[in-house]
């Protein structure tokens, strides 16, 4: 399910986006994506990426050296050498490596705007505390501002594609503003429709909110689909246990809907239980993302596979929050989809994936004593097309295949933390930083070029999360 691309005019930005999206209206479906917003409506036209070492990430098709991409509108056409396409724009790729973009699987974008927040030293607040607290503060246009800035990182990072796990929805208002931030910024992803920051145990979450927006989302054409971000049973604190009625309620209107649903189990090795005791409740399936599990056992393990629900994983919340090593190369051995995730940068401080990748890898070859555990190339896997996958996207994007959308990266290998060419998917996982990427497309728009975003402008983002920030902490001081 995806929103309609109905605006017509040049991009709102500023305190002009900031008004619309307090006062967002629905019916003229202005969460239409953004890509059109932009660029002021400009049409794709025939591109030809020249000369680039192409890392198609398509088994059958493998690298090739000096190759060309040519996308037309919003796909790729054709992939390989000498590419003649008469007319076609051409995008000078020689000495970078080109790849599909970056996909993240678990990100609660609204809170970027409380980056590096959590506690550095105990006794503090912690992750949650900090974030529901001032969490509660928020307004739809703070959401606005979290999520933007979260938007202008992930295309500056190379990530095309993200699942924004929206879990402060305090009113349609907030999820509308969310969803603004990420059509306006052409960037692909799901919106998982939350609860808020502080949400009562008892109380359900507003199914009727979800359903509304469901209801007047429109399937055509564009980046966006709709998802439900569910509590759960409440994770392995005891004093967030939400009542088996209230969440089965929850689960069974997202399902009535048809929407995929994502939730976390997690914590360190000793709150094992809660996969099977969605396994007992009979809610594990191909519907449901599971969050972290860390915390799985190898019943529980196999319990996610044989439902076929998929897994994200975030290795960097992951052990700055304590809950443990990531289970990956498990994970991968069930069969299990998995994909990699930022989720939240409160805790992690940025969303690096190339950094996602290498701890990734490092993690699993550390646990199993073993080099050779995880290759360079398994984990631009796991965050390119096995995160897709992960996302059921697998058709859309996730490898430059021919037929597939136009999300890809150029990485440009003269600076000095690269500048020699050896073997290119081991220096994406374990040498690029987000400075590499020269060049981003998200369904053929061209979202960054030269190093520089195209449909965002940095300083003025920065600028009104600023000031976005100065509210919430003033209103959290006197609350
Ligand atoms: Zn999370």
Redesign the pocket.
């Known amino acids: 399910m995806r929103p309609a691309l109905r605006r017509t005019g040049p991009a709102r930005t500023g305190q002009a986006a900031l008004r619309d999206a307090a006062r967002y209206d629905l019916r003229r479906a202005a969460i239409s994506p953004g890509p059109a917003d932009v660029t002021g409506g400009a049409a794709r036209g025939a591109l030809v990426i020249r000369g680039g070492h192409v890392l198609t990430m398509d088994r059958e098709l493998g690298d090739m050296p000096g190759a060309d991409v040519h996308v037309d509108g919003a796909r790729i056409v054709a992939v390989g050498p000498d590419l003649q396409v008469p007319g076609a724009r051409l995008l000078d790729a020689r000495g970078m490596i080109v790849a599909p973009g970056l996909v993240d699987t ?1 990100w ?1 974008m609204w809170n970027t705007l409380l980056r590096s927040m959590s506690a550095t030293s105990a006794p503090g607040p912690g992750y949650f505390r900090v974030s529901i607290d001032l969490g509660r503060e928020f307004g739809p246009g703070d959401i606005y501002q979290g999520t933007r800035l979260a938007c202008a990182e992930a295309i500056n990072s190379g990530i095309t594609t993200v699942h924004d ?1 929206c879990h402060n929805v305090r009113g349609q208002a907030h999820a509308e503003a969310g969803l603004r931030a990420l059509a306006e910024s052409g960037l692909r992803g799901r919106f998982s429709y939350g609860y808020s920051a502080g949400h009562a145990n008892d109380q359900p979450m507003d199914v009727a909110g979800l359903t509304r927006l469901h209801r007047d989302w429109d399937s055509g054409g564009g980046l966006l689909a709709l998802g439900m971000a569910w509590r759960g049973p409440g994770g392995s604190n005891p004093v967030m246990r939400v009542p088996p009625a209230v969440y089965r309620q929850e689960i069974e209107a997202a399902r009535a809907l048809g929407i995929p649903v994502t939730v ?1 189990a997690c914590g360190p090795p000793s709150s094992a239980g809660q996969i099977a005791a969605l396994a007992q409740a009979g809610l594990l399936g191909p519907d449901l993302q599971v ?2 599990a860390n915390c799985a056992t190898p019943a529980e393990i196999a319990q996610l596979a044989e439902a076929g629900a998929s897994v994200s994983v ?1 290795p960097f ?1 992951e052990i700055l929050i304590g809950y443990g090593l990531p289970q990956t190369a498990e994970f991968l051995a069930a069969g299990i989809p998995t994909g990699l995730s930022v ?2 940068t409160v805790l992690s401080g940025n969303a690096d994936m190339f950094a996602i990748m290498k701890v990734t890898q490092g993690i699993a070859n550390g646990r199993a004593h073993d080099e050779f555990a995880m290759t360079a190339r398994q984990a631009l896997e796991l965050a390119t097309l096995a995160g897709a996958r992960s996302l059921g996207m697998m058709d859309d994007i996730g490898s430059l295949t021919p037929g597939k959308r136009a999300d890809l990266i150029l990485v440009e290998t003269g600076s000095p933390n690269l500048g020699v060419f050896t073997d290119p998917a081991h220096m994406l996982v374990t040498a690029a930083q987000p400075g590499n990427v020269d060049t981003v497309l998200v369904d053929g728009r061209i979202l960054k070029q030269g190093g520089t975003l195209t449909s965002l402008d940095p300083a003025e983002i920065s600028r009104e999360a600023c000031s976005s920030l100065a509210g919430v902490r003033s209103r959290a001081a006197q609350a």
């Open positions: 678990h609660h796990w976390h969050i972290h975030s919340t989720d939240t």
